[in-house]
């Protein structure tokens, strides 16, 4: 569900497929910290929609419980705050079903940016991509969980963002903190 004055980005949390410390393919556990947290972020900074992809579909109806608990259930009414925030909230099983809404929702294709701790060769610059989203050009921002995104899925994208560097040479945030550093310098204040 899309809020009036939303963003033209949309950012996806992707499970699978992601890749593990060494480097195979795996699909990872959808956490209800990630959740909460990136949903109160993206509806803090505008964000039009927030996706979670998982293909499992034990980890979908857990997140469906989750979701059903603050949108309709007691959480609705005892957190309206996070209802409204999880409003922006859609479950569905792979990439390529969040590209599928998402151009039949803006009549043509998103812009498909991922993310990544390492430095990749098809990098867009965060000034750029915050100009396309000023010019209500659709993106979707793709997060990967576990230790990132599948290098097909970096591959396939039109740009990678430069990774966030640290004051020191240790690299591996959460994909909350790291979510929340992305859409600030993409939505945020330019006042700073």
């Known amino acids: 569900m899309t809020y009036p004055g939303a963003s033209s ?13 060494r480097a195979e393919i795996i699909g990872s556990a959808v956490t209800n910290l990630d959740l909460h947290d990136i949903a109160r972020m ?3 900074f505008g964000v039009a929609e927030f996706f979670i992809t998982t293909p499992y579909k034990d980890q979908q ?3 469906e ?3 059903a608990h603050w949108r309709t259930g007691h959480g609705a009414t005892y957190n309206p705050a ?3 925030a999880l409003g922006i909230v859609s479950l569905l099983d792979s990439i390529d079903q ?4 998402l151009t039949g929702k803006y009549g043509r294709k998103p812009l ?9 060769s098809n990098l867009i610059s965060y000034g750029a991509l915050r100009r396309k989203i000023d010019k209500k050009d659709p993106v979707i921002l793709l997060l990967g969980t576990a230790h990132g995104l599948a290098p097909e899925v970096i591959q396939d994208a039109e740009g990678t963002l430069p990774p966030i560097a640290g004051a020191a040479d240790y690299n591996h945030l959460s994909v909350r903190s790291a979510a929340s550093i992305i859409i600030d310098r993409l939505l945020g204040s330019k006042e700073k």
């Open 9 to 21: 980005l949309n950012i996806a949390l992707i499970h699978h497929p992601v890749v593990n410390k």
């Open 42 to 44: 993206a509806r803090t």
């Open 61 to 63: 109806h857990l997140m």
């Open 65 to 67: 419980e989750l979701l």
């Open 82 to 84: 996070r209802k409204e």
């Open 98 to 101: 969040v590209i599928e809404q």
């Open 112 to 120: 498909v940016i991922t993310t990544s701790a390492v430095k990749q």
